[in-house]
């Protein structure tokens, strides 16, 4: 038999608290030292290294021949069929972390044969924690989720998230410009693995953003798509670099048109 979907999210919860606490911990007494990756907004801290390293090692004691990939070390996962990758995002919100605002998070999801089939974001400042499995619905605090249910988009609640690479946020800030006439109104938080749980839950409408790595969406994506969200790319694409779009049913036509006019999946 495979991997138990729930045995998964119980190794995912416990490892992400550890992990969580840490960065917390970390943010309270150090961050330690600062560096700059892709460009000089790009930041990466201490503290994500720390705590990537220390989810490894946390799933590597109880799961030795698991692949994992990582934000900050990579991908040393084997493409064996029906083995689990671990695919973790240390502190999702890296600016907000290092300027203390309360909207950064760890986030964990196991995939099988490139689907996801557990996920958590643990909100690292609140403690808020959301979950999912497979089949098994989206969770937050023993209350089963369920997105919005809005309909139209002149009156939805859209999230979003920029890119670090200068000449994509200013693609994205000619989309955000010509969209924020045509939605109620448009939020950038600064975590996408949050944004996606708050769309889980009704908190946002929808959200969109190209630029996305695996481990933004991983764990967040399954929770929204749990929670009944429609949770693709453009034009039938799977979510991905191109563009992570999610939306209620009822919405999802509208703001994929939207998006295809204002060509949100174009430039750099
Ligand atoms: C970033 C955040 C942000 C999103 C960026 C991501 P990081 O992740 O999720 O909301 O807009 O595209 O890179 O760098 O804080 O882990």
Known sequence: PGP??????EIAVRVAREAAATARRMRDEAIGDVQTKSTDTDV???????VERQVVDALRAVRPDDGVLGEEY???????????RWIVDPIDGTVNYLYGLPQYAVSLAAEVDGEVVAGVVRNAATG??????RGG??????RRLSCSTEAVLGQALIGTGFGYDPRRRAHQGQVFAQMITRVRDIRRMGAASLDLCLAAEGRLDAFFEKGLNP????AGGLI????GMVVTGLN???????????APPALFEALHELLTELDASGGP
């Open 224 to 227: 929204a798509s749990e929670a």
């Open 44 to 50: 990466v801290t201490a503290a994500d290294k720390a």
């Open 4 to 9: 138990v979907p729930g045995e998964l999210l």
């Open 74 to 84: 990579g991908d040393n996962a084997a493409a064996v069929p029906g083995a689990v």
């Open 128 to 133: 808020d924690e959301w979950t999912a499995t």
């Open 215 to 218: 481990w933004d969406y991983a």
């Open 137 to 142: 619905g989206a969770w937050r605090a023993g």
């Open 236 to 246: 039938g694409a799977p979510a991905g670099p191109e563009m992570v779009l999610l």
